[in-house]
């Protein structure tokens, strides 16, 4: 579905996300998960997402979401040296250095997980293209009835960082974390296919026969990384200041790349492949009192 029909389908949840956003997210909840959300005694996984939105108002989110703000998050705990490199920063895409950047880089905008662009040759980059891109991406704003309140707080700008070279494919390796602690870790392939293939694993790299979305299997599986402990070292670091915290990563030549922070992971209706596992990953969410995240 294109992003204007999107957006035109969803105005009326949005409206009503203005006037109540409980009432919404239950509304869309219903519709999209085809079953009642209980924010009042959460068990789910999925609801316990839809919680966090609304009650938890950790001040760290918003910073730790933008593709740039987070730089400095990751330095503050120690983390700076899994960072890619930074080639250029700005608010203003025509002031983009094309001429002095390298043949290969990746462009993005800060606040969206899809305004990415990936260039591999520079003389076969169409400059002003890309340029009118980040324009548009940078007016682009969440949708307000998802409620994930922390997107687009701070201003948005453009980023162009070193391009990691890959020889089989770069992987994500996503790493669910529960009050600072990985238990989940998803490996992510062929997503510039559409047809995103998911393998789940535990902190053991033992798999898990089971899917957090409606994603495809992988038949080659993922051997075990040889820095899977340093991995978990620095999600367990880079999420002990939150509820849940999905931390983002990459590998490649044993070397670990950060990637990105989520505190809402599929916004809370990714279709699981059972119930069970959907209870089973809501059982490790412990949410605190909502008195207490309102302090």
Known sequence: MDTIKKRIILTPFNILYKISPSLELKLLFRIKQGYRLNLKNPKTFNEKIQWIKL???????PKCVDKYTVRDYLKSKGCGEILN???WEGFNPEDIPFDSLPDKFVIKVTHGSTFNIICTDKSK???????????KWLKEKFIPC??????????????????IESKNGLKDYKVFCFGGEPKYIGVYSERETGKTKQELYDTNWKEIDEKTGLFENQNNKTPKPKVLKKL?????ILS???VFARLDFFIEDDKIYF???TFTSGAGFDRFSSKKFEIEMGNELIL???EEQSC
């Open 55 to 61: 009650y938890d108002k950790n001040p760290l989110m």
């Open 85 to 87: 490199e930074l080639l």
């Open 125 to 135: 980059l169409n400059k002003e293209e890309a340029v009118k891109k980040c324009n």
């Open 240 to 242: 002990n200041d939150f």
């Open 288 to 290: 605190p009192d909502k």
């Open 232 to 236: 978990l070292k620095y999600a367990t």
């Open 259 to 261: 990637g990105e922070i």
């Open 146 to 163: 998802y409620g994930e309140w922390f997107y687009g707080i701070e201003k948005p700008r453009i980023i162009v960082e070193k391009f």
